[in-house]
């Protein structure tokens, strides 16, 4: 099986299947995209029909678009338990999956992905409002399913594609300087220090060039 994903410095869709593939320890080849270079998208277009990744290739099996990925290793992986095995917190935990993958427009746009640097950012409105609305979301993933759990402070109890869909959020919390309540604080310091996420990072450290 094969992942091919962009710069580990900005490419937040393929943080979010490379982090639930490495915290579950499937076995894979990474392939690393440069998204910046100058034959990008004719690269981009051997693999990937949409022209975009992060891209899963297994045997004569493609599938784009990530929330696809995240279906088809928790299909393939069951033991791996990256959806939870309760129904109601399983479309608890796809829901709040669809909503990152559709929303937050404002924050993704303001906010671009950047592990390694620290921007000042000045507030809006349309971004704090969707600030605002990711603390509500993991406040009530915690209370209702995570608080309990000895297995970390995950949104689940236990690490599940919740958290790799909010592991690019994090990242760009922590980018951008943005403010967020204690308990917030602690959910982040429990993505930021799976050692997955701690390679991720590392990584994107080294990679050379700049987004344009
Ligand atoms: N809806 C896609 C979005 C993927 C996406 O936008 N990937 C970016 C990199 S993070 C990309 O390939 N950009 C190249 C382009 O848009 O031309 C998914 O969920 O996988």
Known sequence: MQLVIGNK?????SLRP?????????EFDEQLHNLYAANAREERLQWSPSGKVPVLLDGD?????????????AERFPL???????????????TVCAEMHAGFAALRTACPMDVRSRHAFEMTPEVAADVARVVALWADC????GIDSNEGEFLFGHFTWAD???A??????VTYGIEVPAAAQVYMQTVLALPAMQEWLAAGELEVGAAP
């Open 61 to 73: 099996v493609t599938i784009w678009e990530t929330l696809a990925i995240a279906e088809y290793i």
């Open 142 to 145: 915690r209370e209702r399913f």
């Open 168 to 173: 690019p959020v994090v990242t760009r919390l």
């Open 9 to 13: 410095n900005y490419s937040s869709w």
């Open 80 to 94: 791996a338990q990256l959806w939870p095995q309760d129904p109601i917190a399983r479309a608890l935990a796809r």
């Open 164 to 166: 790799a869909f909010f």
């Open 18 to 26: 490379w982090l639930g593939l490495k915290v579950a320890g499937i």
